[in-house]
C-alpha cells in the first residue's frame, strides 16, 4: 500500500516541480526584463555611445558564457542574471535612442510585438504541452547560420542580407522560446536562472531584430 | 575599418566558437520529430511571419 502511494504520488511531485520552475522562471523574467530595461532607459539618458553599447553587450556575453553556468545552481545566480541581463539592456540603449529620435512609435510597436509574440508562443507551448525537444539540432544550426552570415555582413554590409538575418533571428528565437518552455514542463530543464536567461535572450533578439525590420521596412531607417 | 566593426566581429566569432561545440552535441542527441511534430512547430511560426508582416504593415500606414 505504501509502496502504490509512492508511485503515485511521484508524478504528481514532478508536475509540482515543473510548475515550480515555470513560476519561478516567469517571475525572474519579468523582474530581469524590468531591470534591462531600466538599464536601457539609464543608457538613453546617458547618451552613451555605440561603443559603449558594444562594450557592455561583450561583457554581458562573456558572463553569460563563463560565469552564470558556475553559479546558476546557487544564490550567486540571481545578482549575475541581473548583472547580465543589466548589460544587456544597456547595450541596445543606443539602437533604441536611434530609433527613439526617428520614429518613437517604431519602439512602441516593437516592443508590443515582441510581448505578444513571447506571450503567444509561451501559451501554445504551455497548452498544448507538445515536446519540442526535436528541434535543438535545427536551431542550433539556424543559429550558427545566422551568426556566421552576421560575421560575413559586417564586411559585406548588404543591407537586403542585414534585413534578412534580421527576419531569420525573429524565426529562429521563437523556436527557442517554444523549445525552452517545453523543456521546462517535460523537466529537460530544472534550473530557472538557466532557463530566465534563455528566454531573456531569445526575448530580446526578438525586439531587437523587430525594431530593424520596422524601421527598414517602415520607410524611416 | 571602425574598431566598433572589429568588436563586432570578435564578439560574433567567439559566438560561433561558443555555438559550433553546442551544435554538435544537439545535432548528435536530438531526436527526430515526425511530420506532425514539424507540423506543431510550423503552425506557431506562421502565426509570427503573419504577425511581423502586419505590424510592417501598420508601422507603414
Redesign the interface.
Known sequence: MLGNQSVASRPIESVLSTNKVIRSTYQLLSMTLLFSAFAAYLSIAMQAS??MG??A??VG??ML?FVLPRTANSAAGIPVIFAITGLLGFGVGPMVAYYLSVNP??VM??LG?TG??FL??SG?ALT?R????????????G??VI??A??LN??MGIPALSLTIS?AV??IM??FI?YETSSIIHGGETNYIMATASLFLSILNIFTS?LH??GA???DD | MDWLKIGSAALLIGMLVMIWPRMRHAMKHTPKGTSEDWKSFLIPLIAVVGFVAFLIMMVRG
Open positions: 555605440q561603443g558594444l562594450v553587450t561583450i556575453i562573456v558564457w512609435s517604431i510597436t516593437a510585438g505578444v509574440i503567444g508562443l501554445y498544448t507538445k515536446d519540442f525537444s526535436f528541434m535543438g539540432g535545427f536551431l542550433m544550426v543559429l550558427l551568426v556566421g552576421a560575421l559586417i564586411f527576419a525573429i524565426m521563437s523556436g517554444l523587430l525590420l520596422l521596412l517602415g520607410g
